[in-house]
């Protein structure tokens, strides 16, 4: 239905909604309902064609003007485009890009940890506090972040994939850097981000708090 009132270029009622993919109007007025409530329709009461007829104005709907992009795992292409976007806008002479691409970054992630840490005032931090509190930021940024020890995180998703097969080099020294920024900006102490190889789907930077044991990072 909701391809069907997107493709329709005018505000559909639940009538032709229901006609479209073959259900009954009061089903279909269940769905339309949760889409609306969804945020991907927007609806109101308007006479068909501009055509006022005895009775009830019917509902119409009509596509939300928002774009929506669902991933499972979640997915952040557009941090990545972003970073390499403004890389491009400010590298300056004599700057390889790679380099501009790790210093914006950077620069990214300090901001984004410098914002929420002021949003949760979390006081000065120890390491694994500090750890603890990366991992609420990280997984609300689909990192999907593991404790494997006290002062180790490992984390469970790589939310560029799968860009960072084409150019492991290239965006796994981007996404390191991003992830240092947030642990710069959250102040974060002891705690470093440090390329391991990434298991099966998992991310090619792990945190890990200074003196840890380096263990096993093969997968």
């Known amino acids: 239905m909701y391809a069907f009132i997107r493709a329709a270029g005018r505000p559909v009622t639940r009538d032709e909604a229901a006609a ?27 006479a068909v064609g501009g055509i006022r007829k005895v009775g009830r104005t019917p509902k119409v709907y009509e596509p939300a003007e928002t774009d929506f992009a ?45 914002a929420e840490r002021e949003e949760l005032r979390p006081g000065r931090l120890g390491t694994e506090r500090g750890l603890t509190l990366t991992e609420t930021v990280l997984a609300r940024h689909g990192f999907e972040p593991n404790r494997e020890t006290p002062a180790r995180v490992r ?12 150019q492991p080099e ?37 945190l890990r708090g200074t003196g840890d044991e380096p263990g096993h990072s093969g997968g």
């Open 20 to 46: 479209s993919v073959g259900i009954s109007r009061k089903l279909a007025a269940f769905h339309l309902d949760k889409l609306v409530a969804a945020g991907l329709l927007r609806s109101r009461y308007e």
């Open 70 to 114: 669902v991933s499972i795992p979640p997915r952040r292409h557009a941090v990545l485009a972003d970073i390499l976007l403004e890389a491009v806008a400010t590298e300056t002479e004599g700057e390889p890009a790679r380099d501009a691409a790790r210093r914006v970054a950077a620069s990214h992630g300090a901001d984004l940890g410098a």
């Open 155 to 166: 984390l469970r998703n790589c939310p560029f994939h799968p860009l960072g097969g084409k």
């Open 170 to 206: 290239l965006v796994c020294g981007i996404n390191k850097a991003f992830l240092s920024g947030i642990l710069a900006g959250l102040e974060v102490p002891n705690v470093d981000a440090v390329l391991v190889t990434p298991r099966h789907g998992g991310c090619c930077v792990e």
